[in-house]
């Protein structure tokens, strides 16, 4: 029961923000938000504490800056930094546990094509609406999330690469409904991937442990 008190957690705190909580007041709901990610962090680091690994580490460090990112994201160049660096912490760790396959390094191709039609969409709609400032961060972040993407795969690590997936449909979708057009249930879907990839990100801490 102990190990499924915290993820049950994790669940219901995120269902209350998704489905329950109000819009207004904003500190409320930015409460609520930050729930979840504060609970999965726990999650992360009491598996951490069991060996400290440097893989651990640079998750744990990632995850608390993607919680700073969900803060900060109503002032979007701040927040989408603060992403960006826990993108960073997550390519580090997941570098560190390469596993060389030549079908998982060819997942690149794939993972290429997507980011260079979703890149090309976002251009062509940050100039029409006049956001050419965007530009650059938003590229720049989606350069990062796809590679963070491809070194998760790299890791043959079901969790690390499902969480990334999750991660990529959900800024995907955050992208899309923000700059190009509207998603019907986008508050739903963005978050429901958003807290489910950073949980399963979380998780991955366990699986690399195993092979240390």
């Known amino acids: 029961m102990k190990r499924l008190s915290l993820p049950l957690l994790i669940f219901v705190s995120s269902v209350l923000y998704i489905f329950i909580i109000p819009d207004e007041p904003l500190l409320f709901k930015l409460t609520f938000k930050l729930i979840p990610m504060w609970l999965i962090i726990t999650y992360a680091f009491i598996h951490y504490r069991e060996n400290r690994s440097f893989t651990s580490k640079m998750i744990v460090t990632g995850l608390i800056f993607c919680m700073f990112g969900d803060g900060l994201l109503h002032w979007f160049l701040i927040g989408l930094s603060a992403f960006l660096l826990g993108h960073i912490f997550y390519i580090i760790a997941f570098f560190k546990e390469w596993h060389f396959s030549l079908i998982r390094v060819l997942s690149i191709i794939p993972i290429g094509f997507y980011a260079i039609f979703i890149g090309n969409r976002l251009t062509s709609s940050l100039i029409e609406g006049g956001n050419i400032t965007l530009?650059?961060?938003?590229?720049?972040?989606?350069?990062?999330?796809?590679?963070?993407?491809?070194?998760?795969?790299?890791?043959?690590?079901?969790?690390?690469?499902?969480?990334?997936?999750?991660?990529?449909?959900?800024?995907?979708?955050?992208?899309?409904?923000?700059?190009?057009?509207d998603v019907p249930y986008s508050a739903i879907l963005i978050m429901t991937t958003y807290y489910t990839a950073q949980f399963f990100i979380a998780k991955s801490i366990i699986f690399f442990q195993k092979r240390d």
């Not at 961060?137 to 795969?153: F, G």
């Open 135 to 181: 530009l650059i961060p938003v590229i720049a972040y989606l350069i990062i999330i796809s590679i963070m993407a491809w070194s998760a795969i790299m890791t043959n690590n079901r969790w690390a690469i499902m969480g990334s997936i999750l991660f990529v449909i959900s800024d995907s979708i955050l992208a899309w409904n923000r700059f190009v057009s």
